[in-house]
């Protein structure tokens, strides 16, 4: 199993990515330049935090027409693993691998802190070692993560069970207070409808060894790595 | 040479914090008339001498839809100006 960890100009937390899969996990990880036009050595490809671009014009709208992300999309088409974390997850909306978008905090404010996560669905390659109702905690820190998207989109993310995690309190109840950026439905995580392309805005890569305070983060990683090798949740 | 002036807001009915804290400021200084607050961006592309205004709205259009809208929470709005600008001094 090889993972790729994407480099654009800007990325910040291509190294926690890599730094958890090459020593935590003990992985075949490379970085990919955002030059690059090919990916076919790649089993997962991760497109980390960071500001790409210096986030200009939108989060993640310049970073969408990098060379590398051509190369994502046939990638994500072809049944390849995507996992976008936090400016990643921008990149991954901008580009319509995923649904909806990401807006301004309601509160107008970056946000820096743990936070609560509630499992809503452990039926995927990213969420297998999880249980549903599971509570992670996880830190965010974004100043552009309210998910956005229209009711008729809403419905059919919750119909098909895409939402992956809500910001919930400690014990698991989704409550507007614990919302930390206003997104709709306290949505935090959503996968495609074909379960191979992820995104979120909490870092699992900030919070992947016990000594940082959780490690709750290593249970994604897990999760990606046991669905490959096992098969599990294909 | 054609300049063109492309508007882009928010969608109706998407919450704008950043204009809600404008029109607060502005309630807090008195103007108390103002029934909403939206902000949204302005950019402008200038075109080279040899484009005409048909092209340049062609061309307005698909740079709004490729990269510089999202449809999915702006819409965009533009004018095309014609200007005769001096070139120049070198």
């Known amino acids: ?234 | 040479m054609v300049l063109a002036k492309i508007y882009i807001t928010l969608k109706n009915g998407i919450l704008d914090p950043q204009g809600k804290t404008v029109q607060h400021a502005l309630e807090s200084l008195g103007f108390q008339r103002i029934r909403e607050v939206r902000m949204g961006k302005l950019i402008q592309l200038r075109f080279g001498e040899k484009i005409g205004k048909a092209e340049a709205e062609r061309l307005t259009v698909a740079a709004c839809q490729k990269l510089l809208a999202n449809p999915v929470i702006e819409d965009y709005t533009f004018e095309l100006i014609t200007t005769n600008e001096p070139r120049k001094a070198k």
């Open chain 1, 1 to 234: 199993m090889k993972f790729g960890v994407v480099v654009f100009p800007g990325s910040n937390c291509d190294h926690d990515c890599f730094h958890v899969l090459k020593h935590v996990f003990a992985q075949d990880v490379e970085y990919v330049w955002h030059k690059e036009d090919n990916l076919k050595d790649f089993d997962v490809v991760i497109l980390p935090g960071g500001f790409s671009y210096g986030d200009y014009l939108r989060t993640g709208a310049i970073a969408r027409f990098s060379p590398v992300m051509n190369a994502v999309v046939d990638f994500a088409q072809q049944g390849g693993m995507v996992f976008g974390i936090c400016n990643g997850f921008q990149i991954l909306c901008e580009a319509g691998l995923l649904p909806g978008a990401l807006m301004r905090n309601r509160s107008r404010r970056f946000a820096c802190k743990l936070v609560h996560l509630k499992v809503e669905n452990n039926d995927t390659a990213f969420t297998n070692t999880c249980e549903v109702g599971e509570v992670l905690t996880i830190p965010i820190a974004h100043a552009e993560g309210l998910y956005y998207a229209d009711q008729a989109t809403l419905g059919e993310l919750n119909q098909n069970r895409q939402i992956l995690f809500r910001y919930s309190e400690a014990d698991g109840s989704i409550t507007e207070s614990a919302n930390p950026n206003g997104s709709l439905q306290n949505i935090a995580g959503i996968i495609n409808k074909t379960g191979n392309v992820m995104g979120m805005m909490p870092h699992p890569d900030r919070c992947a060894e016990a000594i940082l305070n959780s490690a709750d983060g290593a249970k994604i990683f897990a999760s990606l790595i046991r669905w490959s090798t096992a098969g599990v949740a294909a």
